[in-house]
């Protein structure tokens, strides 16, 4: 149980395109959906926070008109990196906190995505 | 906000060694977690820490939280080469709403067979 999807698992695209990274949860709902991004040997940095139905909160120094979040229901939360640029080429992963009790408060990742910019 | 540090950033050891690493967290946590990410994959939840002082294991792993609920380590007792990963710490603040996971810069474990 608690299964955490992403898709895609990679991507490499233009710079100047917007790209659309969706997060779900498979086999439970989740209260909350996280949105981290990690570089190459280096620990997750969290970019924001997405409850369903209401706005992300986004962390300090992340642009919340560059990466829209939007967490559409309880299962899936959607990250679109807006007109890309090869500085955005990272790790993001997703991770989801479970809605139903008796579950460990914890979050549970998923595999992750891997955007290239060119 | 809320820092925690980690230590080492990395360790390398011979297959059979004992390891350690070590978080410390600039304020009280409600709870700490730790995860391993294996090269390439994704971080993997292992263990969470709620009490003061609270000690748990995992076959050869060994979770400690601190007393004052602000540091904790994990211990893996005669590496193997499967151990190999980088091992995240991640704490949650005591007090209000907020669910957020501060991580630890985590400890890279390289097993040399």
């Known amino acids: 149980g608690a299964v955490v999807s992403q898709h895609p698992s990679r991507v490499i695209c233009k710079s100047g395109t917007s790209v659309k990274i969706e997060c779900r949860s498979l086999?439970?709902?989740?209260?909350?959906m996280f949105w981290y991004r990690q570089f190459p040997k280096q620990s997750l940095m969290l970019m924001a926070t997405?409850?369903?139905?209401?706005?992300?909160?986004?962390e300090q120094g992340v642009e919340k008109d560059k990466f829209l979040i939007n967490h559409a229901s309880l299962t899936l939360s959607t990250l679109t990196v807006t007109s890309a640029h090869p500085e955005d080429s990272s790790f993001y992963i997703c991770s989801a906190r479970p809605r139903l009790a008796g579950m460990p408060d914890t979050q549970y990742f998923g595999p992750g995505t891997r955007l290239t910019v060119l | 906000g809320q820092q925690v540090m980690q230590i080492p950033q990395y360790q390398h050891v011979q297959e059979g060694e004992d390891f350690t690493t070590y978080c410390n967290s600039s304020?009280?946590?409600?709870?700490i977690q730790w995860y391993k990410q294996r090269p390439g994959g994704h971080p993997v939840f292992l263990i969470q820490?709620?009490?003061?002082?609270e000690v748990k294991k995992q076959k050869r792993l060994t979770f400690q939280f601190g007393e004052a609920k602000k540091n904790s380590s994990l211990h893996i007792t005669a590496t193997q080469t499967t151990d190999v990963g980088t091992y995240f710490c991640a704490g949650r603040s005591s007090g209000g709403s907020n669910y957020k996971l501060t991580f630890g810069k985590g400890t890279l474990l390289t097993v040399n067979p």
């Open positions: 820490l709620v009490k003061s002082g």
């Open positions: 997405s409850n369903e139905g209401s706005k992300a909160t986004y």
């Open positions: 086999d439970f709902q989740a209260t909350t």
């Open positions: 304020t009280t946590l409600s709870n």
